[in-house]
């Protein structure tokens, strides 16, 4: 039955595959963000120009409409989402939020990890901040009735989000002979989930009566190890044997802290999932799109767009010094 959807955001690397598969299932898509992405184009669906972050210019672009469903992909903090329910209350039946897998006890104390894993992470603000948009949505939900739904993703990936720590220039360093830092002992398991196959779950969460008041993570099955996935992306990219040097990640937390969070706070601990509940409402969904072939689409997108390949000079001098120092010890 077609709904209509309100997507906050829609443009992003998580958001896109699922605007585009709501409309091809015949869903009256409405898509509200700042209208600046040039990367990922929207199908044919209503855009409407707003700051999400800015409550004003979010009533503006709505006024006075209503919505079936409602997904936020633009929420960080809990004010934001106290914003969300006086906008929203009485005017969509199922208001979705995206949480994160970060939010999870890390390090998990047992795998695979549900969603009744306890939420706790000392280690990322960005987590700590989800958790408590979550306290609230939970509150309202059972106090007021508010219809919640909270998703959690994990890491989500399209043609243009690299998995691994440096990004491009990992691949630039396998290219050139140059040794690349892999966090830990690169035996840890980390699940990747390809834009598409999330959408299938997320979209079929939409508008799905016993989704309401529920919470559910969208992760496939696919967990590799972070060696694995180097080498992938190191074949992808026509390096067959590429220098993989192990560093811990608290040394490199040390050594480049603005990566420190959500390395240790994050990657560098086994996540695997178990998603029997999604499958519950949505059986469709699971893993179809495995990182060996991601990799291959992601390095055939930056060999088409040189403008994206960008090395960090920075970045790249601090992976030679740890990886001169972990093979000097």
């Not at 890390?106 to 894993?117: D, F, G, I, N, Y």
């Not at 002979?177 to 779950?201: I, M, N, Q």
Request: charged share 20%.
């Amino acid at each position: 039955m077609s709904q209509s959807i309100l997507f906050i955001g829609g443009s992003g690397i998580i958001s896109h595959a699922s605007v585009a598969r709501a409309a091809r299932l015949g869903h009256r898509v409405t898509v509200l963000n700042r209208g600046r992405s040039s990367t990922r184009s929207l199908p044919e669906v209503e855009t409407l120009v707003a700051d999400a972050n800015d409550a004003g210019s979010v009533a503006a672009a709505l006024g006075g409409r209503e919505f079936d469903v409602v997904a936020q992909f633009r929420a960080f903090s809990p004010e934001h989402v106290a914003r969300d329910v006086a906008q929203f209350a009485g005017r969509t039946g199922q208001y979705v939020f995206i949480s994160s897998a970060s939010a999870y006890q890390t390090p998990p104390s047992r795998l695979p990890v549900r969603e009744s894993t306890p939420l706790r992470n000392p280690f990322w603000q960005y987590s700590r901040d989800k958790i408590a948009c979550e306290d609230l949505l939970v509150r309202e939900y059972r106090d007021n009735g508010f219809p919640a739904t909270i998703v959690r993703p994990s890491h989500t990936y399209d043609r243009t989000l690299l998995p691994t720590s440096g990004g491009w220039t990992d691949v630039a360093r396998m290219r050139t002979g140059k040794p690349v830092v892999v966090h830990g002992d690169g035996t840890s398991l980390w699940t990747l989930t390809h834009t598409e196959d999330f959408a299938v779950g997320f979209v079929g969460l939409l508008g799905h009566p016993l989704a309401v008041g529920d919470t559910f993570h969208i992760t496939g099955t696919h967990a590799p190890t972070w060696d694995q996935i180097y080498t992938w992306l190191a074949e992808a990219a026509g390096v067959p044997n590429p220098d993989l040097v192990h560093v811990a990640s608290e040394t490199i937390a040390r050594v480049l802290p603005e990566m420190g969070a959500g390395l240790v706070g994050d990657k560098a601990h086994s996540m695997v999932f178990d998603i029997s509940k999604v499958r519950t409402l949505v059986p469709e969904f699971g893993t179809t799109i495995t990182y060996d072939i991601g990799a291959v689409e992601q390095m055939s997108w930056f060999d088409a767009h040189p403008e994206a390949q960008v090395v960090d000079v920075s970045l790249d001098a601090a992976f030679d010094r740890l990886a001169t120092h972990a093979r000097s010890v």
